[in-house]
């Protein structure tokens, strides 16, 4: 039974630029979160989606945009890139109310 | 407002027990988590409380919720070295679909 799988696992961008990661949901889940994570901190949630539409926002700009495919497969995609986009970003999912959010081992972005 | 406040650091040894604690300040919290993240890696689901119980326990992990001082502990027995990691306190107001608010961890190290 796969967990929830990310890619790339690793990714050095530089500033301005443009960045997409992936996820996989864990078999049978139909709702990811996405969650920003920077070093020494708690991750921090994003956004969050299901039935392909953003149901949830957290405080970020609108430079971080998301889609969620039929799939149930994600991508967060981030624009205009800014030194302290750097993190390790998470993708969780989850099924229905009564199941709790499950998380893959995130992406490492690094802006230069 | 929501924010999850936890201790930055516990140092043990091996065998004896660790108690991880966190507090909270959104009485509208409904469910409670404890997430493990080791370097490198992502978080792990350890167990989750809902807010009308007072304790949980699986093997040799023990949650105990006081819902009146909005305070949650995570209790190890026998740590072992592969304990070592961080530990995040996160709270929801239910458990797939809902925005996971974390505390910035604690780090538990445990000496031979």
């Known amino acids: 039974d796969a967990g929830v799988t990310q890619s790339p696992t690793h990714l050095i961008k530089t500033r301005g630029q443009q960045v997409t990661l992936r996820c996989s949901p864990k078999s049978g889940h139909d709702t990811v979160s996405w969650y920003q994570q920077a070093l020494g901190q708690g991750p921090q949630f994003i956004f969050q989606?299901?039935?392909?539409?953003?149901?949830q926002r957290g405080n970020f700009p609108d430079r971080f945009s998301g889609h969620q495919f039929p799939n149930y497969s994600s991508e967060l995609n981030v624009n205009a890139l800014l030194l302290g986009d750097s993190a390790l970003y998470l993708c969780?999912?989850?099924?229905?109310?009564?199941?709790?959010?499950?998380f893959g081992d995130g992406t490492r972005l690094s802006i230069l | 407002g929501e924010d999850v406040e936890q201790s930055l650091f516990l140092s043990v040894r091996e065998g004896d027990s660790s108690v991880i604690n966190c507090t909270y300040t959104d009485s509208s919290s409904t469910y409670l988590y404890w997430y493990k993240q080791e370097p490198g890696a992502g978080l792990q689901l350890l167990t989750y409380i809902f807010s009308n119980m007072d304790m949980k326990q699986d093997q040799r992990l023990t949650v105990l919720l006081n819902k009146k001082d909005k305070h949650l502990s995570l209790r190890i027995a026998d740590t072992q070295t592969g304990d070592s990691a961080i530990y995040f306190c996160?709270?929801?107001?239910?458990?797939?679909?809902?925005?996971?608010?974390f505390g910035s961890g604690t780090r538990l190290q445990v000496q031979p």
């Open positions: 989606y299901y039935e392909e539409e953003e149901r």
């Open positions: 969780a999912s989850s099924l229905g109310l009564e199941q709790p959010q499950h």
């Open positions: 996160a709270e929801s107001w239910d458990t797939g679909r809902r925005a996971l608010t």
